[in-house]
């Protein structure tokens, strides 16, 4: 019975439900930590343009504007360099906004990113540390399992396998439970108490018999707490 309860216990450990929760949102995490990471790659590649579009036009204006302080050319020329300077100058500022609302999506993506992968370490933590708490407590139970198996083997060879064979039969429709201990003319597996014909049955039978309660089926272990009639 102990060997079935320490199965239950190991089987239903709360760190099991804590481990399969911490493992199933660190999967979503971790899905959303990449999804946010090609996010901001993309805003990258973005603000990178952006920075080579503006360098265009100030690399032109630069040319122009050389050519203007130079002097030379036609007058013509010079009022279409000074045409030209005021419209890249227009379209730097308006190249140099969409920059600066591209450069602000990055600043709150990389934000969130390092939100993600904080959360990320800390989530770790928490699981390593329930994983931990979940192996002690499988270990304790596994000596203690060892330890009981280790005595219930050494009753079994004692017994004998056809007892055994019949206990186990027993154990398995009873809820687990065997054999019971006759205590007070009861019996410690249905509790009923028994009737002056089984009890003096009972007395009356070898030592070595066999008996069964004739309610639940189970063993009867004759104790000095029996309660038996005196012979």
Known sequence: MRLDQIEHATSNLPQHREVTALEDEARTLDTQLVNSRTALSDVQREVDKSEADVQLVRDRAARDRARLD????????????QHELASLSRRQSELEDIEL?????????????????RDQRDLATRLAEVVEARDLAMGDYAGERDTVAGRRAATVESVGEDLVALYERIRSGNGGIGASELSQRRCGGCHMELNQVDLNRITQAPADEVLRCEECGRILVRTAESGLPQT
């Open 101 to 117: 609302e591209i450069m602000e999506r990055a600043e709150a993506l990389a934000e969130h990113v390092t939100v993600l992968e």
């Open 70 to 81: 130079a002097g030379t050319g036609t007058a013509k020329d010079l009022q279409a360099l």
